[in-house]
């Protein structure tokens, strides 16, 4: 059928298109609801290596192929493989942190005068009432420890998908690589073809593609990076002052990284409170300092030479889509939250300029206009 025949379709026709175009996409979506999410992150890793296979594509003489199997090969080895070891160690002490929270609780509760004597021991604490601080201790001593249990067993449904080793995993892991490996050879054609059936004009679609790119390197660089490097120095940090589970809460801190200057500090300041309080005044003074001076400097300095504008979304938006992500999709959803909150952002600016003749006018509009706001 030619495409004039398809322009001359009346008004009913074009109508059952549209409602059988919705029905078995909505269908077809549903089916593969199970992979969607390992479609995404393999879309993803193509397009952050896609430099490299165009190199190793130049290397091998145009032998696509070849260099698409390498890069698939080398994710699969230097990323995925080390990264399933470290999600299954966190895993195991986030369960060994969970469980040895009730005990301690129990017997608190059993001598609520033991809490008292070891806030003694901080720095200070002889300037402060204690009595007023603590006027009900056994209900702040349970909620402390509802608390750890509560930020345990999320991490651990963060983590569960990708460290267990079940026949889920391995296939969500095959359609992962296999879906990478046929985007690194048909990516672009996929991207313009969808391209191709949004009823956008291209500056709309260029805003939307670089607003996905541009927050997607954001995320990697600034969560991952930033944040993987704080909690590796706060891990080490912990591990070295004996605090039990250093790699678990070295995972809490990259997620809570996405909160410049306090993620980190959230983790370890109690960490430091705690050896205080246990009379390891030493240890808690250096654990402070290292953490003051050496993991807090790394996000002033690196996050504006690294994220920049590329993010270009409030704060709050950040660490909103990054918890509503990980509550939504799981560990995934430390990437895929922002990226999905940035196409939210991007879709309503392009609303808004192509409904701007109803919409009251701004100060930006009414500067473009030279009128007056």
């Not at 549209?18 to 549903?30: D, K």
């Not at 296979?53 to 699969?76: D, H, K, W, Y």
């Not at 009432?129 to 991490?155: C, F, W």
Request: with cysteine; proline share 4%.
């Amino acid at each position: 059928m030619s495409a004039e025949s398809h322009s001359s379709l009346n008004p009913l026709q074009k109508r059952f298109l549209l409602l059988a175009v919705a029905a078995i996409s909505l269908l077809f979506g549903w089916m593969i609801r199970d992979f969607i999410i390992s479609l995404l992150m393999a879309a993803l890793a193509a397009a952050l290596t896609n430099p490299i296979q165009r190199r190793l594509t130049a290397a091998f003489q145009g032998r696509e192929i070849a260099a698409a199997l390498l890069v698939v090969s080398a994710t699969l080895l230097l990323v995925i493989g080390p990264l399933t070891t470290m999600l299954g160690l966190v895993l195991a002490q986030a369960v060994q942190v969970t469980q040895s929270v009730t005990p301690w609780v129990q017997s608190q509760l059993q001598n609520p005068d033991q809490i008292t004597a070891l806030l003694r021991n901080i720095p200070f604490s002889d300037h402060i009432n204690l009595a007023d601080l603590l006027p009900e201790r056994e209900k702040l001593i349970s909620a402390a420890g509802e608390a750890v249990r509560s930020t345990g067993t999320l991490l651990i449904n963060a983590v569960a998908t990708a460290g267990r080793l079940t026949v889920r995993f391995f296939l969500q892991l095959f359609i992962f690589l296999y879906a990478m490996f046929y985007f690194l050879l048909r990516g672009r054609e996929i991207l313009d073809q969808i391209l191709y059936y949004a009823p956008l004009g291209q500056e709309d679609e260029g805003m939307v593609v670089g607003r996905f790119v541009s927050v997607t390197k954001a995320t990697l660089k600034g969560s991952l990076v930033i944040g993987g490097l704080q909690g590796l120095l706060v891990g080490i940090a912990f591990a070295v002052a004996g605090i039990e589970g250093a790699a678990f809460w070295g995972a809490v801190v990259v997620v809570l990284s996405v909160i410049p200057g306090l993620g980190a500090p959230i983790v370890w300041l109690p960490a430091t409170i705690w050896l205080f309080a246990n009379g390891e005044t030493s240890m808690a003074m250096l654990l402070a300092i290292w953490c003051l001076v050496v993991v807090g400097t790394i996000d002033n300095l690196l996050r504006p030479r690294l994220v920049g504008t590329d993010a270009r979304m409030s704060d709050l938006m950040i660490l909103l889509s990054t918890l509503g992500g990980i509550s939504l999709f799981g560990a995934v959803g430390f990437v895929v939250g922002p990226i999905v909150a940035a196409v939210f952002v991007t879709i309503w600016e392009v609303y808004g300029r192509a409904f701007s003749e109803l919409l009251p006018p701004t100060e930006a509009t009414s500067a473009e206009d030279g009128s007056d706001p």
